[in-house]
């Protein structure tokens, strides 16, 4: 009887020690993932180390504005959205109403999208939710209106 209850004890140990080593390996792995970024900027910025003109300068602005909203792992692109074919015949007026759109949404008083319990998994949730009147005609509040239609590009 006494044999019994020794290796019932030293069987729930060796339980209780492998589950805590098996806790702590699952914890590990969660906290050594790698994390995911938005390195869509940085590579534009390696890949176009040519002067930025002042369209392509007010796109990448609004571009990482719009991407503070998206917590997921599909960003706006600006690499494409700002790329000079993308932007030809494009004016400062129109990329700044642009941003001056997707900074209402950023900058909203009520629900701003670019903090945490309100950012979007996806680009395109984040279009199709908060930036919905930025790709369509928007009116600026100079009374400019502009059709922003795929402005913003993921």
Do not use: H
């Amino acid at each position: 009887m006494n044999q019994n209850k020794k290796t019932l004890k030293s069987s729930l140990i060796g339980i209780s020690l492998a589950l805590l080593l098996a806790t702590s390996f699952v914890g590990c792995t969660e906290s050594g993932a790698k994390k995911e970024d938005d390195p869509s900027i940085l590579l534009y910025l390696a890949n176009n180390p040519n002067s930025f003109n002042e369209v392509q300068r007010i796109c990448l602005g609004t571009y990482a504005a719009a991407n503070s909203c998206v917590g997921g792992t599909e960003f706006f692109n600006p690499g494409v959205g700002c790329a000079l074919t993308k932007l030809d015949g494009k004016t400062a007026e129109q990329l700044n109403a642009l941003k001056e759109c997707v900074l209402k949404k950023v900058n909203d008083t009520v629900q701003p999208c670019n903090l945490p319990q309100f950012t979007y998994a996806l680009a395109q949730q984040a279009l199709a939710g908060a930036f919905a009147a930025c790709n369509t005609s928007y009116t600026t509040t100079a009374g400019v209106t502009v059709d922003l239609k795929g402005y913003l590009v993921y």
